[in-house]
């Protein structure tokens, strides 16, 4: 977990940077990364936010986007253990991330693994929103460090170790596919949401 922490950090910092462009100040952006701990939903609400959106847009965007996580959380449930306000505290801790890297396939799951991913994680976001907020003056634009680059550069290292199959393949390409398509028509969060369809590619009668 250790090399993707570095990239959350970076990836933090960006959403720092943003969130105090936009004018959400110091404390709002720290508060909105250790409650909602979702970074893809919250620099779609923070962006909406910064173009005179509304906050009706922002949280139907975040909503959105937060949408692929109910499959997710469907496909990992039956692993978690405990009363339920145990398996409610521990199912914070997924996250695109956790969740990949527990991933075993045949939908099995190694949720300590999962656990302790998100345990890593969480307060590197917290850190990186923290530095990118108060220090973000002395960084200047997130583009110019590269910072941009860090989220999709992440989530094609989860995506890499996936690929082990021709229908994981294919089910990759179809999701690409369909979020480029939507990307210029769709609102923000629709494509994401959309390209899960890509899944499907999957099904066994």
Do not use: K
Not at 128 to 151: Q, S
Not at 160 to 187: D, H, K, M, W, Y
């Amino acid at each position: 977990m250790l090399p993707l922490a570095v990239a959350v950090v970076a990836f933090g910092v960006s959403f720092g940077v943003l969130a105090r462009a936009a004018g959400m100040g110091v404390a709002a952006p720290i508060a909105m990364s250790a409650t909602t701990f979702a970074g893809s939903a919250q620099f779609a609400a923070v962006s909406i936010l910064g173009g005179a959106g509304g906050a009706a847009a922002a949280v139907a965007a975040a909503l959105l986007l937060n949408a692929r996580y109910a499959p997710m959380s469907i496909a990992v449930g039956p692993g978690f253990r405990g009363p339920g306000w145990r398996r409610l505290l521990e199912a914070q801790l997924i996250v695109d991330e956790s969740w990949a890297l527990a991933a075993r396939g045949g939908g099995r799951f190694e949720v300590p693994l999962l656990l302790g991913a998100g345990l890593v994680l969480y307060p590197c976001w917290i850190a990186g929103t923290a530095i990118g907020v108060l220090a973000g003056d002395l960084l200047g634009d997130p583009e110019r460090l590269g910072l941009d680059a860090a989220f999709p550069a992440l989530f094609l290292t989860l995506l890499v170790p996936q690929l082990r199959s021709r229908t994981a393949l294919a089910a990759a390409l179809g999701g690409a596919a369909i979020a480029f398509a939507l990307v210029p028509l769709a609102a923000p969060g629709i494509p994401i949401v959309a390209a899960s369809a890509a899944c499907l590619v999957g099904l066994r009668r």
